[in-house]
Nanobody, 120 residues
């Protein structure tokens, strides 16, 4: 499975961005897709998870609940992260990931990061 993330950039506080992650390869084996982020000097953290099935459930970090939305376009094999009301503390490199299993903190495949900078 290959993952290609894009969509990062510079945005002002309160603004919005949408990250995309295109999946290719043996994607039939994937059961969960996730977005992580890593800010400078901090550990990587899970931002959101989506279970890949009909009516798949979602899960969010407390810090992004109500502001970020994870979704997937099955026709395009693309995972999205819609980020609204961005804050300076959202500044980080964002990574998409995919896993065969459902373990929250286990990912088998990783995309390259895309940098999100929230600053005025």
């Amino acid at each position: 499975v290959q993952l290609q993330a894009s969509g990062g950039g510079l945005v002002q506080p309160g603004g919005s961005l949408r990250l995309s992650c295109v999946a290719s390869g043996s994607i039939f084996s994937i059961n969960a897709m996730k977005w992580y982020r890593q800010a400078p000097g901090k550990e990587r953290e899970l931002v959101a998870r989506l279970i890949v099935s009909s009516g798949g459930s979602t899960l969010y970090a407390d810090s992004v609940k109500g502001r970020f939305t994870i979704s997937r376009d099955y026709t395009k094999n693309t995972l999205y992260l819609q980020m609204n009301n961005l804050k300076p503390e959202d500044t980080a490199v964002y990574y998409c990931a995919a896993s065969h299993g459902y373990e929250l903190h286990v990912s088998d495949f990783w995309g390259q990061g895309t940098l999100v900078t929230v600053s005025s």
